[in-house]
């Protein structure tokens, strides 16, 4: 076991990452930001360094300030949680050379894992189910050709894309040419590329994912699936669930086979998620995380494992701890992000010095956060102030105690995503479950003239 | 945090500010902002004063800390910068060594080095005050 982790990360996951080393008896060290001098997460180190200005290229990407703080602290280890360096292939690959193990996969799989086309291929090789799609198409004739092979709605989408710029959805053929021209002009003005691929449209599928766990002896276990489909419209998610509810028993078992035979595939270790699209009885390999995700909780609970404790045992040179027989969920578990966010405004983003915060407590509440009354939440980061999950033996007891936690939080100061959320607990489209990642959207555009 | 503050960063500006005779100090750095004033003028400024009092109070001096702008560790120059010493225009003071690269500290301009926070060899952060120079 290591005896002391640098966390290369703020907030909430800093926090979670600090917990697990400290119970598995590893010192810390953490990093900051000018900004975050008064944070959780640099309070309940053992050790913290400053390294950088607010703004993350100075400090949280700052990849010489990150090594060197490993490096002078003697830290055998950095953890990089999520976001900022996290799927930084090269920022793995550095730790390693000065002789830091990075808590995640090899270099190389995280780099393969991170170009979408790279992905595609290595997983439709290995068996795993992709969504119908073209290779690299140069022109809008070339992209129609292809559409109408696979039948229309399509996705016209930029290989280098991301954040749904460079992508169109084209209805119908006589679509095509003008969406092309626009997504290809947009796509080389973002990314400096304009190569365009086209995919299957699917409709108003089901966003669930798979964690594994995958050890350095190639021994690799599933933890089942969460459903996030409860998205903005902006795709970021909002509210996640484990298992996933109302989804027929051969569809879930083929989801955590397939994501099972794809990690040996790429002989992954450490934690990973496959992402799919569900629709029906088809499911569609999206991508692979390679890091530790915002909504690893809802696994922990209904599988009573602790996943960052994992991944540092793992990176460790430890064997797995259980056989994929040990490992049965139990109950279900609910997480609701609770942002700076102003949901009347398009979820837009607020920063700003927080009143008083009080978090919700009792039986079957978790809270994972990093702020507290009279916190600064900077302009800089992330909006998201903490993650309120739940657990119940029923899915249905669950949103309750969700309303029920949710009714219990105060955060003064800053507009935030908890009445919203409130308000889904007691949607009965939501209570219904098995909801596409088009569903919130239309909530919302159904909502607003209603409260105008 | 406030008392790790005024133990980190104030302390040591105290003491600069108290050794070097000065009126006014006043240092800012990102969200961190301290001024020291002296009710009455410095010891050696009214003695000076007394010595050759048709001669108008000297401007009020200024001390501006040279903070590191790396994490690393310290390395001092040979010969050592030592305090009180009179820095002629921009020179290198001392090398912030980060993954192998020397990063120099600067002077920044011409001054007294009036105080000096580090020893070498020391490990130091972003944002650590370094040296205090009095222009």
Not at chain 1, 14 to 41: M, P, Q, Y
Not at chain 1, 390 to 410: D, F, H, N, Q
Request: hydrophobic fraction near 40%; glycine fraction near 10%.
């Amino acid at each position: 076991m290591f005896r002391k982790v640098l966390i290369a990360n703020r907030g909430e996951i800093a926090l979670r990452i600090n917990r697990a080393c400290h119970e598995l008896g590893v010192a810390t060290v953490a990093i900051f930001s000018e900004a975050d001098r008064g944070s959780l997460h640099v309070r309940h180190a053992d050790e913290a360094f400053c390294v950088g200005a607010g703004p993350v290229a100075s400090s949280y990407l700052n990849i010489a300030n990150i090594i060197s703080t490993g490096l002078i602290c003697g830290a055998d280890a950095i953890h990089p949680g999520y976001g900022f360096l996290a799927e930084n292939a090269r920022f793995a690959e550095i730790a390693r050379d000065h002789g830091l193990t990075f808590i995640g996969p090899e270099p190389g799989v995280i780099a393969a894992m991170g170009d979408k086309a790279t992905a595609r291929r290595i997983m439709d090789e290995s068996g795993v189910p992709i969504t119908p799609g073209s290779g690299i198409l140069t022109s809008a004739e070339a992209a129609a050709a292809f559409a109408a092979e696979i039948g229309y709605p399509v996705l016209l989408k930029a290989t280098a894309g991301g954040g749904g710029k460079g992508m169109r959805a084209v209805e119908s053929p006589a679509e095509m040419a003008s969406a092309f021209a626009t997504a290809s002009a947009e796509a080389e003005a973002s990314f400096k590329d304009g190569r365009m691929y086209v995919e299957k449209l699917i409709r108003s599928p089901r966003h669930i994912e798979v964690q594994v766990l995958g050890d350095q002896y190639g021994d690799v276990v599933h933890l089942g699936e969460r459903d996030c489909s409860v998205q903005k419209p902006s795709h970021q998610k909002l509210i996640e669930e484990a298992p996933a509810a109302a989804l027929d028993p051969a569809v879930r078992d083929r989801l955590h086979d397939i994501a099972v035979t794809a990690a040996r595939a790429v002989k992954y270790t450490n934690a990973g998620t496959l992402e799919f699209l569900v629709d029906g009885p088809n499911v569609y390999f999206m991508e692979m995380n390679t890091r530790i995700q915002v909504e690893h909780p809802v696994t922990e609970m209904v599988y009573g494992v602790d996943l960052v404790k994992e991944q540092i045992r793992i990176a460790s040179g430890e064997r797995l701890g259980f056989t994929q027989a040990d490992l049965q969920p139990l109950g279900c578990a609910i997480e609701v992000r609770v942002n700076a966010e102003d949901p009347e405004n398009n979820f837009a983003p607020a920063a700003g010095t927080l009143g008083r915060v009080e978090f919700p407590g009792g039986p079957g509440v978790r809270v994972d956060t990093h702020v507290y009354s009279g916190s600064v939440v900077p302009p800089f980061y992330d909006s998201m102030l903490a993650k309120i999950i739940v657990t119940g033996r029923t899915r249905e007891s669950a949103i309750l105690r969700m309303e029920r936690a949710l009714s219990e939080t105060r955060i003064e100061g800053v507009k935030t995503t908890v009445e919203f959320c409130r308000e889904i607990m007691r949607d009965e489209e939501f209570q219904h479950a098995g909801l596409g990642v088009d569903w919130l959207p239309r909530y919302l555009a159904h909502r607003v003239p209603a409260t105008v | 945090m406030f008392e790790d503050t005024i133990a980190e960063r104030v302390r040591p500006l105290a003491r600069a500010f108290s050794d070097g005779g000065l009126t006014r100090l006043r240092v800012r750095e990102g969200e961190f902002e301290v001024e020291f004033r002296r009710a009455r003028p410095a010891l050696g400024g009214s003695a000076a004063a007394a010595a050759s009092p048709a001669k108008e109070p000297a401007a009020a001096r200024s001390v501006e800390a040279i903070l590191a702008d790396v994490v690393g560790i310290v390395r001092y120059l040979r010969p050592a910068v030592s305090e009180g010493m009179t820095l002629e225009g921009d020179r290198e003071l001392a090398y912030v060594e980060t993954l192998g690269i020397r990063n120099p500290v600067r002077s920044r301009g011409p001054g007294r080095v009036a105080m000096i926070y580090v020893t070498d060899g020391q490990p130091v952060e972003y944002g650590q005050p370094l040296f205090a120079i009095e222009r």
